[in-house]
């Protein structure tokens, strides 16, 4: 009884808060909670293959976006969280929105994106099926102060998945590929690119420079970007893990496909993502696809259907300019980016930084200092730069320590104005890259839903 | 002028985007029309420090602080003979902790520093994160310094000590005397980054100031540089704060 009133209570919460025109996130979620706080338990134990938990520093919403597509295209019914409603209020949200008019969640499973401070309350409460780690980067420190506390978050989710739960996990960074280690359903994904040379002598912050065993300096075999790679200590053999699936070939660009080793068989899947970075989101996708019986044929056609997830390296076009869009959040996720603008050959390439410092986008804006702007800009062709957003000034200033001619840098800190100012001064032809944090990128998304652009837009 | 940097331990003690400082000192050096090299010293290096004119050392995660600890401190004597000689250093956070006598960890073990700074840490209740504005007793305009705090160290100054300034919004040393970091000779000690010198240039032009007084054995003229840049950022936390340039 207390359940059921739980539910439609937080429905009418949510509602309500959505004709009211807040979004309603998270309301439904603290309305159910407090009413019963098992709600979350009961919801994801009805689900019949379960709830599972993807966390992760970088690429939570694009693995889960590519995930649940991958899934659905076998048909199975995926109930799937909303970008940002990753905490527990916003997950408890999503499970009992997933039916307007019966108690329980309509679908087979529930892939739900979850943040890492959250994985061990999540994990305790929903006893997940399996749980996918994508990477562990510093990332907005001024929430949990060391990266070490992360890692520990994570850790202690996995010790609340279900008897017979498996991990996904990405055998390429040593600190998540150490949580499988002992484990006995473990699925690893990795990469070995003979022919992919990393950015030599470029600053590049790894934050898993030592064993996560032995504390020694690992050794590199092959190192992709920052600390992802093929490593092993020389001290106490830790070392890769056999992935179980290997990215054999990876030729950049957002029209190559991915070659895929599968336990000794080899394959091709279309790819529509540019970024090494997101490679890798699209293996640990096919992981957990696989591991669900999806098929070969399932997930290569899936793949050719799949749209990149809302600001997650997306293009549009805007009065005939081709702009893309790409969340930044941290050093390593911003470094990847500017790689992948780095491989497009477009002679002329203008770009619009817009950092916040609000709770959700890290008040600390330090992490800009990390950023390898300068091994970037030597290969960087002329453009222009727009800094804006509350930090636009510190934005500003980091280009033009790291060498971009002041003149080419235009400060306007309202988005909107930075991006009317950008479409009068870019010619027809010309590609924009837009780098904002995440609230910057909600207030994007405003601007280009009030001038009528987002037609191509869906939630991730 | 030709300037040399030792950035210590950049590998292990790099986790605020400390680099920002090197880049800082960098830019206001090279765009005087200085030479400026960075020698990168890691556990074991063999350094020169006759050609050092300036060091730098940030914080690190607690694992990382372990792994330098010893070889830090078995640099203590060099590294405390340059300060006493006037070498001017910028030590942020975990740095600053090492140069004091000891930091207390929250088990009650008790890590000796390297007792150039008249300092202790003790671990504290919870971290202190946030923006820091504070009111600094070093001879540079503005006297705002602006910055980030993210610490669960608490120091304390000791009679000897000098506070680099006074708090005004956010914690500083301990969040209870009012002070932040600590200054002796040509050492400055500090939880701000931010990073701390893109942002407050006048800082940046100070330590420069003193690593070309001390090579050249005489008051050295800077030439000018202009801040606007780095003064807007500047503002755009003492702006929000609330409070007024001092």
Redesign the interface.
């Known amino acids: 009884m207390r359940f059921a009133l739980a539910v439609w209570l937080g429905r009418v919460a949510g509602w309500v808060s959505r004709l009211t025109g807040r979004g309603g996130s998270s309301l439904p979620g603290l309305v159910a909670r407090r009413i019963d706080p098992q709600v979350f338990i009961r919801l994801s134990s009805h689900l019949p293959q379960g709830v599972i938990l993807l966390t992760g520093t970088n690429g939570k919403t694009t693995t889960a976006a590519v995930a649940s597509h991958l899934l659905r295209a076998s048909g199975l019914k995926v109930i799937h969280n909303r970008t940002g409603a990753n905490l527990i209020l916003g997950l408890t949200a999503t499970l009992l929105q997933a039916s307007r008019f019966r108690l329980m969640p309509q679908g087979d499973l529930a892939l739900l994106e979850t943040d890492e401070a959250t994985m061990p309350k999540a994990s305790q409460e929903s006893r997940p099926r399996a749980i996918v780690v994508t990477n562990f980067f ?1 990332d907005q ?2 929430r949990y ?4 506390t992360t890692v520990n978050f994570v850790r202690r989710g996995i010790e609340s998945l279900a008897d017979q739960g498996w991990l996904i996990l990405n055998a390429d960074d040593p600190q998540v590929a150490y949580l499988g280690e002992n484990h006995p359903r473990v699925f690893y994904y990795g990469a070995d690119l003979s022919a992919y040379a990393s950015s030599p002598g470029g ?1 590049d ?1 790894a934050d898993a ?2 064993c996560p065993r032995c ?1 020694s300096p690992l050794h590199y075999r092959r190192q992709y970007y920052a600390h992802i790679g093929d490593y092993e200590c020389p001290q106490c053999h830790f070392r890769r893990p056999v992935p179980d699936l290997l990215l054999v070939d990876w030729q950049g660009g957002a029209s190559y496909p991915l070659r895929i080793d599968f336990r000794g068989e080899q394959f091709a899947v279309p790819n529509r993502l540019p970024g090494l970075y997101n490679a890798y989101n699209v293996m640990a996708a096919i992981s957990l696809a696989l591991l669900y019986d999806v098929t070969l044929a399932e997930i290569s056609e899936g793949l050719e259907e799949f749209r990149p997830a809302f600001g997650r390296m997306e293009a549009v076009s805007i009065q005939d300019r081709l702009v893309w869009m790409a969340l930044v959040k941290n050093p390593v996720g911003f470094n990847q980016v500017l790689e992948t603008i780095q491989q497009d050959p477009h002679p002329d390439k203008n770009m619009l930084l817009i950092i916040n410092d609000h709770y959700a986008d890290g ?8 950023v390898d702007f300068e091994t970037w800009l030597k290969s960087h062709p002329a453009g222009k730069f727009w800094a804006s957003g ?2 636009a ?2 934005m ?3 280009l ?3 060498g971009v001619d ?1 003149d080419s840098i235009t ?1 306007i800190e309202k988005p909107s104005d930075a991006l009317d100012d950008l479409l009068t001064k870019t010619a027809v032809g010309q590609v924009t890259y837009i780098t904002p944090t995440y609230t910057a990128l909600l207030e994007v998304r405003q601007y280009l839903t009030a001038k009528g652009y987002t037609k191509h837009f869906r939630e991730g | 002028m030709e300037l040399t940097l030792a950035h210590l331990y950049p590998q292990h003690m790099n986790l605020y985007g400390d680099r920002g400082n090197v880049l800082a000192l960098q830019y206001r050096a090279v765009h005087r029309g200085w030479g400026f090299h960075v020698v990168d010293v890691d556990l074991g290096d063999a350094v020169d420090w006759k050609t050092v004119d300036l060091i730098f050392m940030g914080g690190g995660e607690d694992t990382h602080q372990a792994r330098i600890y010893e070889d830090f401190l078995r640099r203590g004597p060099e590294l405390q003979a340059l300060l006493d000689e006037g070498v001017p250093m910028l030590a942020v956070c975990g740095a600053y902790q090492l140069l004091g006598h000891h930091y207390r960890t929250a088990d009650g073990a008790v890590l000796q520093g390297l007792g150039y700074l008249d300092i202790t840490t003790e671990a504290g209740p919870s971290r202190a994160i946030g923006d820091v504005v504070c009111e600094t007793t070093l001879p540079v305009t503005p006297m705002t310094l602006v910055g980030f705090e993210n610490h669960g160290g608490r120091t304390f100054l000791g009679p000897e000590g000098t506070p680099l300034g006074t708090v005004r919004v956010g914690k500083g040393n301990n969040g209870t005397d009012g002070s932040e970091g600590a200054v002796k000779n040509h050492t400055l000690g500090t939880y701000l980054h931010g990073s701390l010198l893109p942002k407050n240039p006048q800082v940046t032009d100070l330590l420069l100031q003193w690593a070309a007084n001390r090579q050249t054995g005489g008051p050295t003229p800077l030439p000018p540089l202009d801040s606007t840049r780095e003064m807007a950022a500047h503002d755009v936390i003492v702006k929000r704060s609330k409070i007024r340039h001092v």
């Open positions: 510093r420190l001024d102060g060391e990266l070490s600053y912050v420079r030592f504390a008040q600390d804006v330090s992490w800009l200092w990390d509350i930090r000034q510190d500003a200033l980091r033009q320590y790291a002041p400060v």
